[in-house]
């Protein structure tokens, strides 16, 4: 849902901090003839860390602009299991304790998986093969082929062996809070990082203007 709050950029405004950037907070609506209006809001939690680094920043506004597409309407049912794991993953940001694409990977595949998205990394496509050496994930078409498939397609692997590890691990995990827990090499990163970038455009099916600010910030 969209709202305008008015006055809010005032400093003396009581919306004023409740209506901050990146600020998780409780919002009382009366609905006008075409939007919303916020009547009063409650501040329930303040993210400080995330605009600590202007990294932190562009990567919270490029999870807040998936959370806006990937988001159901109200029609459409109940969004708690985004709202938390963008929570969790604007808490993190804070924390700095993972590396920024980690946050940037974990969050990418759980909020598709969550939208219903899930491409089958059970085994390779052509021949079974469920692990050894590199594989490749079809963006588009959510299918994996392990290097010898690929090849016979003509297509690159893009995934090594760390990476399609952590990318189930990002996919079948059940419960959240363990899902950011792996271990990844910089170099298997590097695949996982690149390969669920690609298959977050494929299924938006259009770029994302803070994806194009983030990558100007990320090394
Ligand atoms: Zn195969």
Redesign the pocket.
């Given at each position: 849902i969209s709202a305008s709050a008015r006055g809010s950029l005032r400093m003396k405004s009581p919306l004023f901090s409740a209506t901050g950037l990146f600020c998780y907070s409780e919002f009382s609506l009366s609905s006008g003839r075409s939007h919303f209006f916020v009547d009063a809001a409650q501040i329930k939690k303040v993210f400080h860390g995330v605009s600590a680094t202007v990294e932190g920043m562009a990567l919270a506004s490029y999870m807040a602009e998936i959370a806006m597409e990937l988001s159901p309407t109200p029609a459409e049912g109940e969004a708690d299991a985004q709202l938390r794991l963008l929570l969790n993953c604007l808490y993190l940001i804070g924390e700095r304790r993972y590396p920024w694409r980690q946050l940037k990977a974990v969050y990418e595949l759980r909020a598709l998986s969550k939208a219903g998205y899930m491409p089958d990394l059970r085994m390779?496509?052509?021949?079974?093969?469920y692990e050894g050496g590199e594989f490749y994930l079809d963006a588009v078409g959510g299918l994996l082929?392990?290097a010898?498939?690929?090849e016979r397609q003509r297509h690159i692997p893009n995934l090594d062996a760390g990476a399609l590890y952590a990318m189930r691990h990002i996919f079948w995990t059940v419960e959240d809070k363990k899902v950011f827990g792996f271990k990844i090499s910089p170099e298997s990163l590097k695949d996982l990082s690149r390969v669920s970038e690609q298959y977050t455009l494929a299924n938006l099916e259009h770029g994302l203007k803070t994806l194009d600010f983030l990558k100007t910030v990320l090394e």
């Open positions: 390779c496509a052509g021949c079974g093969k082929l392990c010898d498939c690929a």
